[in-house]
């Protein structure tokens, strides 16, 4: 029996058992096994799915129970989720103090919203403080996801959201300013602009300290692209001596911890393909926010299987991200732009990160309108940020990608990063072929993306789509469309079933 | 490598592994453990989280995947929690072919009620087709749950979901009408009339097969009650049995699988504590014209701290019962009754059961306002299926209870489910005394069915709540309010110190 403070201040006695590593990676939730014949669970009426607090010296998680019965658990242990472990720190036969979890008085707030009401700004720190903490469950966390997703939070709430957001994480502090950022509201595939932008504005003097998310319902995140070329699970100090020696970094926000409640909650939103415009907009301003940021610019890619599928969509969530961002002292400016069709030719972290890579070096074969895209995106950033005068960011840019300039700094950012990496290629593929002669006249960005996933992207770096045609591309009978990459044939299987039971994802009309 | 139909029927292989009983009971889920380097994982691409089919003979489930790095899980095993071993109904070392899920394409639907799009009938088909099926996760389950709870589901959808439930479970047939059935939309803590109400109109002669609920997010169902007293897993045939013996039957609704999607969305409903007003519906009357029921009478129970907090909501929710059963051909018949506080004395599994008892054997202890509840609604129903002519009702109810014929007869349906069961008593007690003296002004039902559930209700049948007075009621300083029933110390210290922590749940006015 151990002493400790209860889940109301009170004190109360616990129970120990020995800590146990089983390996097991529960999806990254703390779990702990106990057999249903320990003293622990008789004693204490646990049962399975009883959220339990687990407590090593002055660690402590909030784990759910499953219940065990079988010789493979030793009497006297209580077996830990990879989860759990890594957050008790444990070794192997610790003590583990063992009691009920506290209340979650919280969920009240989240039933609320379900209901249809309004959270106030005391609320949403109760639940988002709740939510890093680590105390809401996987389901618990899937109602409070959906209960907010389809336009249920207004402007308040979604302020009160970021705040909350903000508030749970760390925030940094560069001392200086302006400190700008970029961000592109998701749905293109392979619009790997970041990794093009960081390079060219940083070497013209700006501080761009980025932080970049893994995907969350696409076949890859910027930081999943940029982990194929450099290490991104950077920690606030690694990350502070990058930005210090080059200006610039690209690291995945999750390590970091900026914005923790937001990488739960994402955990969550992926399996469910779910992503809401209040936690759109909460998730994206909370990390600027937390980076330290001043000055962003927001990129809003407009087609019909794209994010935003409207200008009025792109207008409205626009303001969204203005106002929220103004109440959270961020200055942002937004840039519409074509979301028609994907960006560059791969999608999925390896080829995406090659087709970066082409344009920075100025390859023949690099895409276009990739370059494009981020040429004007670092364009607007070194007006906004002052680097260059109103109307001529694009020339300067242009001119730092062209002299090779922008591969230099993002070399030197890879280096700081831990060192550049080899591009892997995919060991199964598959190619697509035009059934008929004509034009490309639509592109289903949705089921691309769909296809890159089902042949293992994002957790697959090299698993994709690379995409051989373009809009309005005149095409003969045979030539090929797509090319499906997967690392395991079960994979490639499986993907390739997939387009093949689905309506066609290019769209080929007779040519006139 | 083993070959069958894939998931959009083309053939495609999977791969084998021998089937290990690992005992984990992971909250009712099948769950498959598997080692991080076996083949299929390699092979396939698998990682943490992925849905996969698991097929045994002719046997199939649809598991989330746990990636074990761990010895104990030995080479070229397939570690199966228990719903997936039950399920499989699988035998140590047999082989286990297993691949990917098949694709969800319902969850799109749950996506667009999510944004606030009506769902039709076929969406509604897919989606609880899918349900039953298993193939979806918690999670997908959660998001479904909570997005049509907040009244979010209309007329036409909720007679949509109904039909989809009924659609996918057995629908028994009795060869005759009326079939008589009740259902009391919950909220009112130990309101277990249907114990009552069943033998009194059986002995009567009408039929009246009744399955009942688990707990949702109450202490007790009135399945958990029966439970205390008899067995309620009867399977359809052994309800058969039982009903054509006896008129009727009081038996668990999930055992006989009528409304299985049903059974599967409660299980996540518990743990979130929702309860839709649209799912409220559905799952009642899918349940009862599963059931081959025609007359129905509904009791709602109206108070501010009942599930049902105002005339208005009362009404309201009564005519959708009345034209959502009118739909899908049921007669429904409604009682609004008071729902100030909790009903007979007990809160919990067996606490309840022993005031059912006391009522059924005219015993002085007997709680009148059960009684008299039974009493109604027993007439309700004679008069509704033709045994007793229309305001004499209550007369013959009364009379049938008074004379022991009543009992008789509950002893019957018992014995026929399995055998009269003694009523447990609890270990541990605690008794909550008046703070002062004066007249109960008010009683909190929730924070009453919170302590009872804390205490370990309705899982631990012996746990729960004994209320000792009654709204209205002069108590003395010192005299006992209610007394909590725990089956454990470290439940006891836990429901006591919520109670502790709380508002008092009893309102004492100084006595005028």
Redesign the interface.
């Known amino acids: 029996m151990g002493a400790g403070k ?3 201040g ?1 004190p ?1 006695t616990g ?1 120990l058992l020995r800590a146990w ?8 939730q703390p779990v702990v ?1 106990m057999r ?1 014949d320990c003293p622990v669970c ?4 646990f ?3 009883a959220r339990v607090q687990l407590e090593v010296g002055s660690r402590r998680v909030v784990a ?1 129970l ?5 010789a ?1 658990l030793a009497d006297g242990r209580a077996g830990l989720s ?1 989860a759990a472990w890594r957050t008790l720190q444990a070794q192997d036969g610790q003590p583990v103090l063992i ?2 979890a506290p ?1 979650l008085d919280s ?1 009240s707030h989240v ?1 609320a919203k ?3 009401h309004r959270l106030d700004a005391a609320a949403f720190d109760a639940v988002v403080g709740d939510i890093a903490e680590g105390l809401y ?4 966390l ?2 409070f ?3 907010c ?3 249920r939070l207004d402007l308040d709430e979604t302020v009160a959201l970021t705040r909350a957001m903000v508030g749970v994480g760390e925030r940094l502090d560069w001392g200086r300013s302006p400190v700008v950022d970029k961000h592109c509201v998701g749905g293109l595939p392979g619009n790997r602009t970041t990794l093009l932008v960081v390079p060219i504005v940083t070497a013209c003097g700006l501080t761009m300290p980025k932080t970049s998310s893994r995907a969350i319902t696409s076949p890859a995140g910027t930081a999943d692209t940029m982990e194929v070329l450099a290490p991104v699970d950077l920690d606030i100090a690694a990350m502070r001596r990058v930005v210090e020696r080059t200006g610039g970094c690209i690291v995945w926000g999750g390590s970091v911890r900026l914005s923790p409640a937001d990488d739960l909650l994402i955990r ?1 939103e992926r ?4 992503d ?1 415009e209040g936690q759109l907009v909460a998730s994206v301003l909370s990390k600027k926010a937390a980076a330290g940021s001043t000055h962003v610019v927001i990129d809003l890619p407009v087609g019909p299987t794209a994010k935003v599928r409207s200008s009025a969509a792109a207008a409205a969530l626009g303001r969204r991200l203005q106002d929220v961002g103004h109440a959270v002292g961020l200055q942002v400016v937004l840039r519409v732009s074509d979301g028609l069709q994907p960006v560059g030719r791969g999608i999925g972290p390896a080829l995406e990160a090659r087709d970066v890579l082409a344009v920075l070096q100025g390859r023949p074969v690099a895409p276009d309108d990739l370059r494009r895209r981020a040429l004007d995106l670092a364009g607007d950033i070194l007006e906004l940020g002052g680097a260059a005068a109103a109307g001529s960011g694009l020339r300067l840019a242009t001119e730092v990608l062209a002299d090779g300039r922008a591969w230099d700094q993002f070399v030197a950012i890879c280096e700081a990063q831990g060192g550049l990496r080899e591009v892997p290629l995919a060991a199964h593929c598959q190619v697509f072929e035009a059934p008929s002669a004509g034009r490309v006249t639509a592109i289903d960005n949705r089921l691309l993306s769909r296809a890159a996933k ?1 042949a ?1 992207a994002p ?2 770096p090299a ?1 994709g789509v690379d995409v051989h045609v373009r809009l309005g591309d005149i095409v003969r009978t045979g030539q090929p469309l797509f090319t499906l990459h ?6 490639l ?2 993907a390739r ?2 387009v ?2 689905r309506p066609p994802i290019f769209q080929i009309s007779e040519s006139s």
Request: aromatic fraction near 8%; avoid cysteine.
């Open positions: 209860g889940p109301w009170a109360v129970h590593r089983t390996g097991i990676d529960d999806h990254r096994y249903r008789r004693s204490e009426g049962s399975a799915r759910s499953s219940v065990v019965d079988g493979w990879e009691r009920h209340a969920m039933r379900v209901y249809g469950s996987e389901l618990q899937a109602a996801v959906t209960a997703a389809g336009d969550v399996p469910l393909d779910l809401s089902l293992g957790n697959v698993a997967a690392q395991a044939p079960g994979e299987a499986y079933q997939y093949e039971g």
